[in-house]
T-cell receptor
Framework: AQSVSQHNHHVILSEAASLELGCNYS??????LFWYVQYPGQHLQLLLK??????LVKGIKGFEAEFIKSKFSFNLRKPSVQWSDTAEYFC????????????FGSGTRLSIRP | DTGVSQDPRHKITKRGQNVTFRCDPI?????LYWYRQTLGQGPEFLTY????????KSRLLSDRFSAERPKGSFSTLEIQRTEQGDSAMYLC???????????????FGPGTRLLVL
């Protein structure tokens, strides 16, 4: 069965620090990969997605993620975080088929100290 | 606002009561998904519709749960004889028709938070 692992449950950083959130998935076939973000009191929003092509994908608000197929990883990065990045971040995967449920990781809570 | 909407946003009920939630997808999105999210966890898939057809149901969806999408537009999720373990956030998502590979993006609504006392 597919699964998604996010190893960091809670990350605390100071403003301007660099960020990397780990994500590994288990599925042998072709997958689509996503990072969703949930700001306090708001609903899930798509941060970025990978379907095919360049394994380094850029999303909104300066976030990027790199798909490394050999490591089954899709880590999220941002060179310099801001206080407004405080949120819960979810890595997710679905099978590359005509329609498919998304499997989410358990999330990483990011707290930014001003 | 043309995003996914859900109603109600909050529901408190007593154990044993029935509850029904509604989801209105983004206009012309033919796929609609229901997920459940409990505290400290990511959303878990419950079921999905393509137009009015319910194409997949999770094992999480017990016999007490039923979902419909009668006209291929809005959807309802009903929970009968609620239990305390049903307390969670129920999320709806929709996605547009895609051509070729399944490169679909799901857009989520704000959720309905259910508390069963």
């Amino acid at each position: 069965a597919q699964s998604v692992s996010q190893h960091n449950h809670h990350v605390i950083l100071s403003e301007a620090a660099s960020l990397e959130l780990g994500c590994n998935y288990s599925y042998g076939g072709t997958v689509n990969l996503f990072w969703y973000v949930q700001y306090p009191g708001q609903h899930l929003q798509l941060l970025l997605k990978y379907f095919s092509g360049d394994p380094l994908v850029k999303g909104i608000k300066g976030f990027e993620a790199e798909f490394i197929k050999s490591k089954f990883s899709f880590n999220l990065r941002k060179p310099s975080v801001q206080w407004s990045d405080t949120a819960e971040y979810f890595c997710a995967v679905n099978r590359d088929s005509s329609a498919s449920k998304i499997i989410f990781g358990s999330g990483t809570r990011l707290s930014i100290r001003p | 606002d043309t995003g996914v909407s859900q109603d109600p946003r909050h529901k408190i009920t007593k154990r044993g009561q029935n509850v029904t939630f509604r989801c209105d997808p983004i206009s012309e999105h033919n796929r609609l998904y229901w997920y459940r999210q409990t505290l400290g966890q990511g959303p878990e898939f419950l079921t999905y519709f393509q137009n009015e057809a319910q194409l997949e149901k999770s094992r999480l969806l017990s016999d007490r749960f039923s979902a419909e999408r009668p006209k291929g537009s809005f959807s309802t999720l009903e929970i009968q004889r609620t239990e305390q373990g049903d307390s969670a956030m129920y999320l709806c998502a929709s996605s547009p028709r895609t051509s070729g590979r399944g490169e679909e993006t799901q857009y989520f609504g704000p959720g309905t938070r259910l508390l069963v006392l």
